[in-house]
Nanobody
Framework: QVQLQESGGGFVQAGGSLSLSCEAS????????MGWYRQAPEKQREMVAF???????NYTDGAKGRFTISRDNAQNTVYLQMNSLEPEDTAVYYC?????????WGQGTQVTVSS
């Protein structure tokens, strides 16, 4: 059973930066995709960015140029560096691990950006 341990997040003023990390355990699948989704109050969960084992990354338009996703395959860990944060980025951020047709989600970490 894949388990995801998220860390990071918190409170920051607009224009500031935060970083998130997520470590996956319990999986032996080398080929996988890890990423980040977020869900703001009263909104649907949406993708932020994801990255393959080979390092190919994809971002939503809102994340491009501000967020950077990276991973350490040896540590089964994915990172999200978020810069130039805006109040609209306030949400619970969820780590996703996808492998073998299955999605595994982290418990979520709160990111709050004040104006």
């Amino acid at each position: 059973q894949v388990q995801l341990q998220e860390s990071g997040g918190g409170f920051v003023q607009a224009g500031g930066s935060l970083s998130l990390s997520c470590e996956a355990s319990g999986s032996s699948d080398f080929l996988n995709v890890m990423g980040w989704y977020r869900q703001a109050p009263e909104k649907q969960r949406e993708m932020v960015a994801f990255i393959t084992t080979g390092g190919r990354a994809n971002y939503t338009d809102g994340a491009k140029g501000r967020f950077t996703i990276s991973r350490d395959n040896a540590q089964n860990t994915v990172y999200l560096q978020m810069n130039s944060l805006e109040p609209e980025d306030t949400a619970v951020y969820y780590c996703l691990y996808y492998s073998g047709g299955n999605n595994h989600w982290g418990q979520g970490t709160q990111v709050t950006v004040s104006s």
